[in-house]
């Protein structure tokens, strides 16, 4: 590393150090080196395989889980935003991220600092050339402030890829907290709409178990009066038992179900409350929009293209490192040693030094570290381009599983139908002596088995719909962030504001000429 090291002091200095500001302000203008961001080209297909043509336009810009219709929902994902560990983690994370870029933006201006010392010394009668003489006074004072100033001068632009890096990742940090969002208010409306599926599959469990019971009770009778074997108590009393066993598995699904509802809301496990029943919530409209638009919808893809710019800028960083480091220091202050004289005219110093430092042979250091940044970049871009292909695939699930399952449903419904006209004939022909209770009995467990499915394809359906909102993303992320905690950051309204080219930009002129005029007064 080679340094080359430039001190001028005296008062004719002015108009040399005027000139090389101005120097050094035009070479601040150039670009920084390394490549400059562009968003990959995506293949997108033209539509969503399997959307329905009955979308609305704009829902996915408002929060869709009203259109349920159901204000415990609504509570419970309030309650969420407002408590949730892992929303208060990811906002706490971006304020780690907004410190990082204050740290790392400092760096392009001057770091200005003051210091005072007083001393009281006593020296060797043999501390210089001659020997002191006895007489002399071996003790004395000094006193001494100063304000000292510092600058690397970015003139190739590694600290300005720096702060780029550094900003996107403030910015990847903000999708982050929007994708924690998006996750939990999609998890806790399909953890609800499950709670309610689940509540209806015990009021069938238990109806069925009191209708067996009741039956039961009537086919003791039957046997005590020699009307019916034991073979067919039997068989009775094993249609009351499996009903019987069927309760506890719900019950415990319904148990564990709201402890997770609660550790969503940032609660100790316990009892959720009840709206309205899953057969009464409305079922929201599917919500318009073009593959394209998940580049910007979805906070993932967001977030990861954000990475992907914050890995390019550190590409620009490494190259930098080829080429000179310029830093400036000044200095400007009193010193004496007499305390009294410390601010007269005669005490002033100030000191102007400029600092080269060139990178001569380094071992492959450098390239070093320019092959790992450009790899981290190519990894950062293979994630991009997954994350959309990912969502892709999400979406065209998520409204492939509404289409089927609205069919099945609707194919369920009939067998539902047909099942109790089966069982009701069963009991007729029982009673009247043209079947056995074998009939009776099958045609009760699949009467069951069919309402238990219809209600478990139910909540499947009406979660089906969750899936499309939360595969889609949109505006509604938005909004469910403006019912957090606030951050407390007034970086996030400056960057939204902005493209992701500006991130390379160097600070306003009129704050370049600010900093020229500091330095023009310091040294003068």
């Not at 309650?79 to 304020?95: G, H, S």
């Not at 020296?123 to 020997?131: A, D, I, K, Q």
């Not at 071996?138 to 550094?166: C, F, H, P, V």
């Not at 695939?393 to 449903?409: G, M, P, Y």
Request: proline content about 4%.
């Amino acid at each position: 590393m080679l340094k080359v090291l430039i001190v001028k002091r005296g008062v004719d200095i002015y108009k040399l150090n005027l000139l090389y500001f101005v120097a050094i302000f035009l070479l601040s203008g150039c670009k920084a080196v390394g490549p400059d961001y562009e968003r990959p080209q995506i293949d997108t297909p033209q539509t969503f395989r399997f959307l329905d043509e009955n979308t609305s336009n704009n829902l996915a810009n408002t929060k869709w889980w009203q259109q349920f219709e159901d204000p415990v929902l609504n509570e419970l994902i309030a309650t969420a935003l407002e408590d949730n560990r892992d929303v208060k983690i990811a906002a706490a994370r971006i304020e780690e991220y907004i410190g990082r870029y204050g740290t790392t933006r400092s760096q392009l201006f001057p770091q200005v600092g003051a210091d005072a010392n007083a001393a009281r010394q006593r020296v060797t009668e043999n501390s210089g050339p001659e020997p002191l003489s006895p007489s002399a006074d071996r003790n004395y004072s000094s006193y001494q402030g100063t304000i000292s100033a510092s600058w690397e001068l970015d003139i190739w632009g590694k600290l300005r890829r720096q702060s780029e890096a550094a900003r996107a990742e403030v910015l990847a940090s903000e999708e982050g907290r929007r994708a924690v969002v998006l996750t939990l208010v999609s998890t806790v409306a399909a953890s609800y709409i499950n709670l309610r599926d689940l509540d209806l599959q015990l009021e069938i469990a238990k109806a069925t178990e009191e209708s067996r019971r009741a039956s039961l009770k009537i086919f003791e009778l039957r046997y005590e009066a020699s009307v019916i074997s034991e073979m067919v108590l039997a068989q009775n009393r094993s249609e009351y038992e499996f009903a019987v066993a069927s309760i506890p598995p719900i019950e415990m699904q319904i148990a564990q179900q709201e402890n997770a509802l609660s550790l969503l809301l940032g609660r100790n496990p316990g009892p959720i409350p009840r709206g309205q029943s899953i057969s009464k919530l409305d079922l929201p409209a599917i919500p318009e929009g073009l593959p394209s638009d998940l580049l910007e919808r979805r906070p993932d893809i967001v977030q990861a293209e954000q990475n992907l710019i914050a890995a390019n800028a550190q590409i620009g960083a490494a190259k930098a490192l080829y080429y000179p480091t310029i830093s400036l220091t000044g200095l400007l202050g009193v010193s004496s040693t007499q305390l009294s004289n410390l601010f007269s005219s005669s005490s002033g110093i100030w000191t102007f030094a400029g600092d080269a430092s060139v990178p001569i042979f380094t071992a492959g250091g450098i390239a070093g570290q320019v092959k790992q940044s450009e790899a981290i970049q190519q990894q950062a871009l293979l994630q991009y381009q997954q994350s959309i292909q990912n969502a892709f695939s999400e979406v065209s699930n998520a409204l492939i599983q509404h289409q089927k399952t609205k069919e099945q449903l609707a194919a369920l419904e009939k067998e539902l139908e047909a099942l109790r006209t089966y069982a009701r004939l069963a009991i007729l022909s029982y009673d009247n002596g043209y079947s056995s209770y074998l009939e009776v009995l099958d045609a009760q467990t699949s009467l069951f088995n069919a309402e238990l499915n219809y209600a478990q394809v139910q909540g499947t359906f009406y979660t089906s719909m969750v899936d499309i909102y939360k595969s889609m993303g949109g505006g509604w992320v938005v909004q469910a962030e403006g019912m957090t905690e606030p951050s407390s950051s007034e970086l996030n309204e400056q960057s939204t504001s902005e493209t992701p080219e500006s991130n390379s930009e160097l600070p306003e002129p009129s704050m370049l000429e600010n900093i020229k005029g500091y330095f023009r007064d310091l040294f003068d």
